[in-house]
């Protein structure tokens, strides 16, 4: 990742968005007339005294510069409300200080903004801090933030606002236009360091640290009590506000584990073995495509691991770390519980509690997310390039699109793997879309491809693997009107160490279309 993280807010009638460089699209209400921020944060500095670089550090660990409608996901925790995450009381005392309607405060970005600069100046002045010190705003963000310990406290001012601060961030709208920036600083907030507590070798590839939850008790005996779904969720807050609340008995709620924004921590609160209270609704099968019947009437606590997101399920997309990870984990889960890997199995709090949850949100990425999982429990070390480079790791997958502009990006057919795909005529015309994997040593891989299968596909398709020298290896033809949305082996074949690639070429009868989506190399 560059060190200034690439964000993209459009402005514009119809929505906010932000892109991270992993990958991110936000959709908010639609804003007022302003279409830049720069000026906002600025005039809100000027006016309320808070440096803008906190406002925009504390918009970027809240709702990585989301205008969200937040959700009430734990009993005791209000609401969040726009770029700067208001919530409860200081939506109303912001909207005061700022002089604009609550509803103003909640919905609109420039609003919002003011409204949460009016609570950081007024806490500013009740603590008397030296203002143009921004290591000394520390103790006023850890106060916004509304978490009540001070181990969550730190976390949040260390690992999440001063981060962002470090980290910087540059901001653009739909057109590629830049409306803010947050230019990257070397700030040392002045508040105590967290203390990170152990960090669980049960999984090999996650950083998982173990902050125990109060809030368990042991699961039932028999099937009922053993665990057959894992339940996904959004925190409705930033990560370090959703961990430290589900660790306070006075919450009395919890799951069994919280992942980070991005993906690079996990928080392991209760033991998969014990109950966790993550799911307020006795089960029916009815709302679950009739399964496990046998567990209706029971609560779904019984038989179910929770697993939390830093998010809000009114966010338009999530990162690609948070979800590469999280996949990880369920896979884990799975494995260890035999649970199968379906959409059954795997499922949305919404689904188990339709009454009062809609999270994870309607832009989850399901079937990215399952595939991911089913991926990495199948193929253990797997690489998958998609075409959509956002979702790739840059540094061993990258997807090259041909390069005639008769290549057309489309999601028309749902079953495709990841971000959609491209589509092109066949021809006798050399203008393949090359799909490159590194291999740190020559290795022998079983070659995969993801298509969406329809009647004008190409029956012929041609996959032609090459090495890292770019010698043929193998290559296949395959029928793409049948067998779409799943993975379907090409061949196993002998690559060399560094970039390797299979490409997809048009050259084949005319008359038809073949599908660029995803390859796997396992």
Same mark, same amino acid.
């Given at each position: ?38 000026? +906002? ?29 937040? %959700? ?36 609109? *970005? ?14 500013? &002045? ?104 894992? +339940?996904?969720?959004?925190? %409705? ?30 928080? &392991? ?9 993550? +799911? ?38 999530? *990162? ?14 799975? &494995? ?44 253990? %070390? ?17 997807? %090259? ?22 589509h092109a005529p066949t021809g006798p015309?050399s203008d393949p879309s090359i799909f ?64 390797? &690639? +299979? ?20």
């Amino acid at each position: 990742m560059q060190l200034n993280r690439s964000l993209a807010v459009a402005l514009g009638a119809a929505a906010l968005l932000a892109a991270c460089a992993d990958g991110p699209t936000v959709q908010a209400p639609a804003p007022d007339a302003a279409t830049r921020l720069d000026p +906002v944060f600025a005039g809100a500095e000027r006016e309320f005294g808070v440096p803008a670089a906190i406002l925009k550090s504390v918009a970027m660990a809240e709702t990585r510069f989301e205008m969200v409608q937040g %959700e009430e996901e734990f009993p005791g925790q209000p609401r969040a409300w726009g770029l700067m995450a208001l919530r409860g009381a200081a939506v109303e005392e912001g909207a005061s200080l700022a002089r604009v309607s609550v509803q103003e405060a909640r919905m609109q *970005p420039a609003a919002n903004i003011r409204a949460a600069a009016a609570v950081l100046g007024a806490a500013a &002045k009740q603590l008397g801090i030296d203002r143009g010190d921004l290591g000394a705003w520390a103790p006023v963000v850890a106060r916004y933030s509304g978490i009540q310990g001070a181990e969550g406290q730190a976390a949040y001012v260390h690992g999440e606002v001063y981060a962002a601060l470090r980290s910087g961030a540059e901001v653009r709208n739909a057109a590629g236009s830049v409306v803010a920036t947050l230019a990257p600083r070397e700030v040392a907030p002045r508040f105590p360091r967290p203390a990170r507590l152990s960090t669980s070798t049960a999984a090999a590839t996650l950083n998982i640290v173990w902050r125990p939850s109060p809030n368990y008790n042991d699961r039932p005996s028999g099937a009922v009590g053993t665990p057959h779904m894992v +339940v996904i969720h959004t925190c %409705e807050s930033s990560y370090s506000s959703c961990w430290s609340w589900l660790t306070n008995s006075a919450a009395q709620a919890s799951a069994h584990y919280v992942v980070n924004s991005d993906g690079s921590e996990i928080s &392991k609160l209760v033991y998969e073995s014990k109950r966790a209270w993550h +799911v307020g609704a006795t089960y029916y099968c009815s709302r679950n495509n009739s399964t496990d019947c046998r567990f209706d009437g029971y609560s779904s606590n019984h038989f179910t691991i929770g697993i939390e997101h830093a998010g809000y399920a009114s966010q338009s997309s999530f *990162p690609l770390g948070q979800i590469r990870e999280s996949a990880e984990l369920t896979c884990q889960i799975s &494995k260890r519980h035999d649970i199968p890997r379906d959409r059954n199995h795997i499922v949305s709090h919404a689904r188990l509690q339709p009454y009062d949850r809609t999270d994870p949100g309607p832009n989850w990425p399901w079937t990215d997310y399952m595939n991911r999982v089913n991926s990495y429990c199948s193929t253990g %070390e797997a690489l998958i390039v998609d075409n959509n480079n956002n979702l790739n790791d840059p540094a061993k997958e990258r997807f %090259e699109l041909g390069t005639s502009g008769s290549w057309t990006q489309s999601d028309n057919i749902p079953e495709y793997y990841g971000g959609g795909y491209y589509h092109a005529p066949t021809g006798p015309v050399s203008d393949p879309s090359i799909f490159w994997f590194y291999l740190p040593a020559a290795a022998s891989k079983t070659i995969d491809a993801w298509w969406t299968d329809l009647s004008n596909r190409s029956s012929t398709a041609p996959y032609i693997a090459y090495n890292a020298s770019g010698a043929e290896v193998g290559r296949a033809s395959v029928n793409q009107q049948v067998n779409g949305g799943k993975w379907n082996t090409l061949g196993t074949w002998s690559f060399t160490a560094g970039w390797n &690639k +299979v490409v997809l070429s048009r050259w084949t009868t005319e008359g038809s279309y073949v599908v660029a989506d995803a390859v796997r190399i396992r």
